[in-house]
């Protein structure tokens, strides 16, 4: 069992930064892929970026690209998303998730993950 905790959401001006972490318990969090998602009252919930369990390689959503970063730090066993450039419509609950253990492809795939956290909100003012 997985249990993650994000942090680090808020409110910001257009432009701005921030940058949201994941706690994530247990010691196999090394071997895990490990994605960000965010989800609009109303609307579906969309994929944002991931990273592959080994960390060489990530994948993001067209509208974040060049604008959001995903990193992790093993000892810490912590997962962060550094967002730059924040626009109006990047407001939204931001979820942390985890897959199974050595679990490649399909990254953008809300279904092959199996942990969640509880979210985490993100404002962006005009």
């Known amino acids: 069992q997985v249990q993650l905790v994000e942090s680090g959401g808020g409110l910001v001006q257009a432009g701005g930064s921030l940058r949201l972490s994941c706690a994530a318990s247990?010691?196999?969090?090394?071997?895990?892929?490990m994605g960000w998602f965010r989800q609009v009252p109303g609307k579906a919930r969309e994929f944002v970026v991931a990273e592959s369990w080994t960390g060489g390689s990530t994948y993001s959503a067209d509208s974040v690209k060049g604008r959001f970063g995903i990193s992790r730090d093993n000892a810490k066993n912590t997962l962060y998303l550094q967002m730059n450039s924040l626009k109006p419509e990047d407001t939204a609950v931001y979820y942390c998730a985890a897959r199974a253990a050595y679990y490649n492809g399909r990254y953008t795939d809300e279904d092959t993950y199996a942990y969640w956290g509880q979210g985490t909100q993100v404002t962006v003012s005009s």
């Open positions: 247990g010691r196999t969090f090394s071997s895990r892929a």
